[in-house]
């Protein structure tokens, strides 16, 4: 069973900069996509990055330029660089894994392709 578990968030003022990070255990191997995703407050769950085992990355047209999707080397924590923060990134920010050919990690930006979730880490940016 994979698990997941985000740190890092908190409140800055727009045009800050923020690092969030994301351990994961319980791989049975490094076949896996790994994603960011954000939740504001009334809206729905959407993709902000994903990074395929091959290394090779995604990111949402609202972040790109601005944030980082990466992983240690050891692929036990996942990280998100965010910069240039603005109002609207204001979320819920979670990660998530699902096994997965790199491949399918290039379209998998809906939440409901991802089984294994962590608790979510708030951040808030303000103007």
């Known amino acids: 069973q994979v698990q997941l578990s985000e740190s890092g968030g908190g409140s800055v003022q727009a045009g800050g900069s923020l690092r969030l990070s994301c351990v994961v255990s319980?791989?049975?191997?490094?076949?896996?996509?790994l994603g960011w995703f954000h939740q504001a407050p009334g809206k729905g769950r959407d993709g902000v990055a994903r990074l395929a085992s091959d290394g090779s990355t995604s990111y949402a047209d609202s972040v790109k330029g601005r944030f980082t999707i990466s992983q240690d080397n050891a692929r036990n924590t996942l990280y998100l660089e965010m910069n240039s923060l603005k109002p609207e990134d204001t979320a819920m920010y979670y990660c998530?894994?699902?096994?997965?050919?790199?491949?399918?990690?290039?379209?998998?930006?809906?939440?409901?392709?991802?089984?294994?979730w962590g608790q979510g880490t708030q951040v808030t940016v303000s103007s």
């Open positions: 998530a894994a699902v096994p997965s050919t790199p491949r399918y990690c290039v379209n998998a930006n809906n939440h409901e392709q991802y089984p294994f």
């Open positions: 319980g791989y049975a191997d490094n076949n896996y996509c």
